[in-house]
């Protein structure tokens, strides 16, 4: 899969249909290695590692500084594959232990400082995606958004009658 940006380093956010809909901020996590080939946790004893993200192609991206970790690339890709073997093993829980679980655990494996952030966690990789993860496309935006908006204005279209 090729994009116009490229992805090696990054955190990758992908909407988790009909959930991102209702919460635009609840979506599905993966973490690039130094080829921009996504890694997820897709569910239960599997993780995905061919590049591909389980609920569809990545819609944001994070940017991970890596000239600030010791050991670079290599540092990266170790924690990413030590990461995988771990959410291997693991059962998925959608509130607890999760796409988000996985890739925090990644950069706790780095270890990565980076927003401010030394201990990563779901909800810490949660907002700071939301916050501050660049879209890759406009539609990328609009696949985010629009169900969302959506919602909105027919709520407000039918609490009106």
Not at 36 to 63: I, N, Q
Not at 102 to 131: Q, T, Y
Request: aromatic share 16%; glycine share 8%.
């Amino acid at each position: 899969m090729s994009y116009d940006t490229d992805l090696s380093f990054c955190i990758l956010w992908s909407p988790l249909h009909p959930i991102t809909a209702f919460l635009p901020f609840i979506g599905h996590t993966g973490i690039a290695d130094f080829r921009g080939v996504a890694c997820d946790f897709r569910g239960s004893y599997y993780v995905g590692t061919d590049g591909r993200m389980a609920f569809g192609a990545p819609t944001r991206y994070l940017e991970m500084n890596v000239e600030l970790l010791p050991g670079g690339a290599e540092r990266w890709d170790a924690a990413i594959e030590e990461a995988n073997r771990v959410y291997d093993q693991r059962i998925h829980n959608i509130c607890c232990d999760n796409c988000h679980s996985h890739v925090s655990l990644a950069l706790n494996k780095m270890p990565l400082e980076a927003f401010g952030i030394r201990k990563w966690d779901m909800v810490k990789l949660c907002f700071l995606v939301f916050f501050k993860a660049r879209f890759v496309s406009f539609g990328g935006f609009l696949c985010q958004f629009l169900p969302f908006v959506i919602f909105v204005l027919l709520m407000l279209l039918f609490s009106k009658r």
